[in-house]
C-alpha cells in the first residue's frame, strides 16, 4: 500500500500564495496520475487539480487562473501552487494518486492524511 505525504500547508493571508507538495513515503512505481483534492469543514471532498499521465491537466472552475498543478515525474511527486488565495480556498488539501487511470475504477488510488490550509482575511 503506498501512502501519500503532503507538505507546505499553513496559515496565509488573503491574497498571498502557498506551495503543497505531496510524494509517496517509499519507492514505487510510477504514478501516472495525480491530483489534489480539498475538503472544506462542512463541505463534501471536492476535485481542485489533476494532472494525468500524458501531463493534461484539470482544475474545477474556483481556482483557474490561479493555482497550477505540475510534478516531477522522476522523483514521484506532485506540487500545486496557488496564488491570489481567498478565505474560500480554506480546507485540508489532500494529495490523491494512481498507477493508471484505469486504477480508479477499482479502488486502487491512494491518498494522503491531508494538509491543512487556513487562509485569513
Known amino acids: 500500500q503506498v501512502q501519500l505525504v503532503e507538505s507546505g500547508g499553513g496559515l496565509v493571508q488573503a491574497g498571498g500564495s502557498r506551495k503543497l507538495s505531496c510524494a509517496p513515503s517509499?519507492?514505487?512505481?510510477?504514478?501516472?496520475?495525480m491530483a489534489w483534492y480539498r475538503q472544506a469543514p462542512g463541505k463534501v471532498r471536492e476535485l481542485v487539480a489533476k494532472i494525468s499521465g500524458d501531463g493534461s491537466t484539470t482544475y474545477t472552475e474556483s481556482v483557474k487562473g490561479r493555482f497550477t498543478i505540475s510534478r516531477d515525474i522522476a522523483k514521484n511527486t506532485v506540487y500545486l501552487q496557488m496564488d491570489s488565495l481567498n478565505p474560500e480556498d480554506t480546507a485540508v488539501y489532500y494529495c490523491n494518486a494512481a498507477h493508471r487511470e484505469e486504477d480508479y475504477s477499482y479502488g486502487l488510488d491512494y491518498w494522503g492524511k491531508g494538509t491543512r490550509v487556513t487562509v485569513s482575511s
Open positions: 517509499a519507492t514505487t512505481f510510477t504514478l501516472n496520475v
